[in-house]
């Protein structure tokens, strides 16, 4: 397959699959994967960097001649970083994950330094002629604030008024540098922006009316000048799991940012678990048992019923959905759970890999985002059985986004990253 360097659309993977909070252990997984996906996916183009990098990862790479050093290392291997994931804070892997990886929340000064730190990372790191994003929270986590609209309301405030400052400084380094940096809200189950109708209401009641006004004034500009700025530099992290674990349809959603102003920064590649209710009983323990190896300690596994009146039910964490299975109205579960984006049946599980063929097919006809990034996570805590080398792995998840852009003859417009 002929992959072209110089057209729109680019591929990467998340180096959030792999351990490692300090710079020393991120460069080292680097140095370990990165060169042997390029000579086997990409052996002669440019092959680029889909970085996550912690908050201590991010302040040491910032250190002494650390960055330089990258920079040259990136040279020297045909290597480029495009693409940031600044969701997760801290720790990520091989502890109690859960909803601590929404603190801090964009209410808060530690979320919005620890992101100018990437901004200022990225914008050294990106390549002329390319704009780079950084995939974040969604703003907080909703059950924090369930029970008090007046501190939700609070958190939605505080949020909006940090992400205008970082705003600023993108505006600041798009005049400096040229280069155009966004930063990607990727909403998600229980998040406090999770589906279209929030993020739309976010951007129109929040985001832009507030930090359209601090931006006009700040900035000398017309409300409408800021607000335009404000929807270039703040934009959203599409994760084909999150949006099918919501039941929204692909299409519906990106025509509904497209008028209402919002951009799609990112395109995170990544399945979530589903699985159609037998209604008999027998049959809903052997559900049971087949969902039981993914009810894990580290992340959050968020679970949405469709029930037959056509009405959803939230489940916080698998742990606690499946419990209820046998007495339970549900016609479907999907979960919260990013599984190989290359298989669709489970055994009595399946999917939603078809929801990431229509994006695939949806950004044939209208190429609204450029940058597509492949983010399954959870090698770790998969069931044994589906455990796989994971080098092997990564590169079989590449081979399946390319093949099937192959199927919608769209290929020959994609850059393997």
């Known amino acids: 397959m002929k992959i072209q360097i110089d057209s729109g659309f680019h591929l990467t993977y998340c180096t959030n699959i792999h351990p490692g909070e300090e710079w020393k252990k991120v460069f080292l997984n680097l140095e370990q994967y990165i060169p042997i996906l390029k000579a086997q996916l990409s052996p002669t183009k440019p092959f680029g960097v889909g970085l996550r990098l912690a ?15 990258f920079q040259a290392w990136l040279t020297e ?5 495009f693409t940031l994931n600044g969701f997760p804070y801290g720790g990520f892997h091989h502890q109690v994950v859960k909803d601590q990886v929404y603190a801090p929340d964009w209410s808060k000064q530690e979320r919005l330094d620890y992101t100018m730190r990437l901004t200022k990372i990225l914008a050294a790191l990106l390549p002329e002629g390319m704009d780079g994003g950084i995939s974040t929270l969604p703003l907080s986590y909703k059950p924090w ?17 940090n992400l205008t400052l970082l705003v600023e400084e993108m505006v600041r380094l798009q005049e400096e540098t040229g280069k155009l940096l966004h930063i990607d809200l990727e909403p998600e189950p229980d998040g406090l922006i999770e589906n279209a109708d929030e993020v739309i209401d976010f951007f129109q009641n929040w985001l832009l009316p507030m930090g359209g006004a601090y931006l006009a004034e700040r900035l000398g ?3 409408e ?7 270039d530099h703040v934009r959203v992290c599409y994760d084909t799991c999150h949006f099918a674990v919501e039941y929204e349809e692909p299409a519906s959603v990106f025509s509904r940012f497209q008028s209402a102003g919002i951009k799609i920064g990112k395109i995170q590649i990544s399945a979530a678990l589903k699985v159609i209710v037998p209604q008999d009983y027998e049959d809903r323990n052997q559900v049971f048992e087949r969902l039981r190896p993914f009810a894990e300690s580290t992340y959050l596994h968020q679970v949405i019923e469709r029930r037959s009146d056509g009405g959803f039910y939230h489940y916080p964490d698998l742990e606690t959905a499946l419990p209820q299975l046998q007495k339970s ?3 479907e579960w999907r979960t919260h759970f990013h599984v190989p984006i290359f298989i669709h049946d489970y055994q009595l599980l399946q999917s939603t890999q078809d929801d990431i063929i229509t994006v695939l097919k949806l950004l044939q006809e209208n190429p609204t985002c450029q940058h597509l990034e492949i983010e399954t996570y959870t ?4 069931p ?6 994971l080098l092997a792995s990564i590169q079989r998840e590449y081979e399946w986004v390319l093949g099937t852009m192959s199927a919608g003859s769209i290929n020959s417009k994609v850059s393997v990253l």
Do not use: C, G
Not at 56 to 64: Q, S, Y
Not at 145 to 161: G, I, N, P, Q, R
Not at 384 to 389: C, G, I, P, V
């Open 77 to 81: 291997q045909k290597l480029y970083v």
């Open 329 to 331: 109205p549900a016609q």
């Open 384 to 389: 044994a059985e589906m455990k796989m080398d």
């Open 379 to 382: 090698w770790d805590v998969l």
């Open 55 to 69: 908050d201590v990862a991010a302040r040491e790479l910032l250190e002494a001649d650390n960055l330089t050093q």
């Open 145 to 161: 604030w369930k029970e008090d609209k007046t501190m939700s309301e609070t958190v939605l405030k505080d949020s909006s008024f």
């Open 225 to 231: 000048s800021a607000e335009a700025k404000i929807l």
């Open 221 to 223: 500009i017309s409300p």
